[in-house]
């Protein structure tokens, strides 16, 4: 046992814990039913500390509320349940100084993260408001976005050494070879580096996005003047729109 561990697991009975008077976190009722539906689509995974020394709970106040509400209990024996905890002995400045830091010290989430998977998950199951589901669906899109134009680039771009209109010859084209410009280790890495990138990025964008690869400029060109754009790099289309115009 690590030094370090200073609680046991422990399960005790319900009317052994006292809600603390000084907890800091004040929980509405909205909030609990969030945490008792979490419970009944999960399960009780645990998360209340217990001072056994002042019978206090130290932390998990709204998931002793949300037992209580599963289980029914009232204050009574006949509605009395089994609780698994964590058990501390704790005087009570420590219980006091301990509940504040769970209380003010708990990490807010990463919306960038969360905008990574949101399409997989029900928002709404989670607790989010519409509010804050609009904003990481917004970073989502941007996110999305930002791919589709990092993938476009590899394919619409200004060609770096073009051929000569006529027919090359092997002196042109060992001339071409000289006039490239050398790359170091640390510029050729990064390509590889931004191109594994952007194959890993490839099939979440594929799902809502069309990338189009034309075989030269003046192709490019053509299509773009047949939809009505101008030509130019990064382009990014809305496809019900383009599809519109096709006819």
Same mark, same amino acid.
């Given at each position: 046992?690590?030094?370090?561990?200073?609680? !046991?697991?422990?399960?005790?009975?319900?009317?052994?814990?006292?809600?603390?008077?000084? @907890? %800091?976190?004040?929980?509405?009722? @909205?909030?609990?039913?969030?945490?008792?539906? +979490?419970?009944?689509?999960?399960?009780?995974?645990?998360?209340?500390?217990?001072?056994?020394?002042?019978? +206090?709970?130290?932390?998990?106040?709204?998931?002793?509320?949300?037992?209580?509400?599963?289980?029914?209990?009232?204050?009574?024996?006949?509605?009395?349940?089994?609780?698994?905890?964590?058990?501390?002995?704790?005087?009570?400045?420590?219980?006091?100084?301990?509940?504040?830091?769970?209380?003010?010290?708990?990490?807010?989430?990463?919306?960038?993260?969360?905008?990574?998977?949101?399409?997989?998950?029900?928002?709404?199951?989670?607790?989010?408001? %519409?509010?804050?589901?609009?904003?990481? !669906?917004?970073?989502?899109?941007?996110?999305?976005?930002?791919?589709?134009?990092?993938?476009?680039?590899?394919?619409?771009?200004? %060609?770096?050494?073009?051929?000569?209109?006529?027919?090359?010859?092997?002196?042109?084209? $060992?001339?071409?070879?000289? +006039?490239? &410009?050398?790359?170091?280790?640390?510029?050729?890495?990064?390509?590889?580096?931004?191109?594994?990138?952007?194959?890993?990025?490839?099939?979440?964008?594929?799902?809502?996005?069309?990338?189009?690869?034309?075989?030269?400029? $003046?192709?490019?060109?053509?299509?773009? $003047?047949?939809?009505?754009?101008? &030509?130019?790099?990064?382009?990014?289309?809305?496809?019900?729109?383009?599809?519109?115009?096709?006819?």
């Amino acid at each position: 046992m690590s030094k370090y561990q200073n609680s !046991e697991t422990a399960e005790i009975k319900r009317s052994q814990i006292k809600l603390n008077p000084y @907890n %800091p976190k004040r929980h509405s009722d @909205n909030e609990i039913k969030l945490q008792v539906k +979490n419970i009944k689509k999960n399960g009780y995974l645990g998360g209340i500390v217990f001072n056994k020394r002042t019978g +206090n709970c130290v932390d998990g106040h709204r998931r002793v509320q949300a037992l209580d509400t599963i289980h029914k209990y009232d204050g009574t024996p006949e509605t009395d349940y089994d609780i698994k905890v964590e058990t501390v002995d704790f005087d009570e400045k420590t219980e006091l100084e301990q509940m504040t830091y769970m209380a003010t010290q708990n990490a807010k989430a990463d919306w960038n993260l969360i905008a990574d998977y949101i399409d997989i998950i029900d928002p709404e199951t989670v607790g989010l408001t %519409p509010e804050e589901i609009k904003a990481i !669906e917004d970073l989502a899109a941007e996110a999305a976005e930002a791919q589709v134009e990092d993938l476009t680039g590899m394919f619409v771009r200004e %060609p770096e050494y073009e051929l000569k209109k006529d027919e090359a010859t092997f002196d042109d084209i $060992e001339e071409q070879r000289k +006039n490239k &410009p050398s790359q170091t280790k640390e510029e050729v890495k990064a390509i590889k580096e931004n191109n594994t990138r952007i194959a890993n990025t490839r099939n979440a964008a594929v799902s809502r996005h069309i990338l189009l690869e034309f075989a030269n400029e $003046e192709s490019f060109t053509v299509f773009c $003047e047949s939809v009505g754009e101008m &030509p130019r790099q990064n382009m990014v289309l809305d496809g019900m729109s383009l599809l519109g115009r096709l006819g």
